[in-house]
Nanobody, 126 residues
Framework: QVQLVESGGGLVQAGGSLRLSCAAS????????MGWFRQAPGKEREFAAA????????YAADSVKGRFTISRDSAKNTVYLQMNSLKPEDTAVYYC???????????????????WGQGTQVTVSS
């Protein structure tokens, strides 16, 4: 059974930083992309960043580019999202997801992702 478990969310002031973690288990992810999405109240779930599990470059949405960095530690079966220079508009529930290694998943096509975590809340105060 595949499990993606997020952690690291919380309350932070604008300009601050947080690092989210996603612990993955239940299958081999070598041909998968790991992504982070977020959903603010009343809005659709949107793509933040993605990275191939094994090797390759990451992708990030324009809204977070230069502030958020996605990375992986294959030995720990964990994917991270380092979030710097946080803004109030970054407030959302952040979800970890896994999908087949394709350009579409790397670019954040949400419907192509097979597995989702339960989410972790990030709140940025002004």
């Amino acid at each position: 059974q595949v499990q993606l478990v997020e952690s690291g969310g919380g309350l932070v002031q604008a300009g601050g930083s947080l690092r989210l973690s996603c612990a993955a288990s239940g299958r081999t992810f070598s041909n998968y992309v790991m992504g982070w999405f977020r959903q603010a109240p009343g809005k659709e779930r949107e793509f933040a960043a993605a990275i191939p599990w094994s090797a390759g470059s990451s992708y990030a949405a324009d809204s977070v580019k230069g502030r958020f960095t996605i990375s992986r530690d294959s030995a720990k079966n964990t994917v991270y999202l380092q979030m710097n220079s946080l803004k109030p508009e970054d407030t959302a529930v952040y979800y970890c997801a896994a999908g087949p290694l394709t350009l579409r998943t790397l670019r954040g096509r949400r419907d192509d992702y097979d597995y989702w975590g339960q989410g972790t809340q990030v709140t940025v105060s002004s």
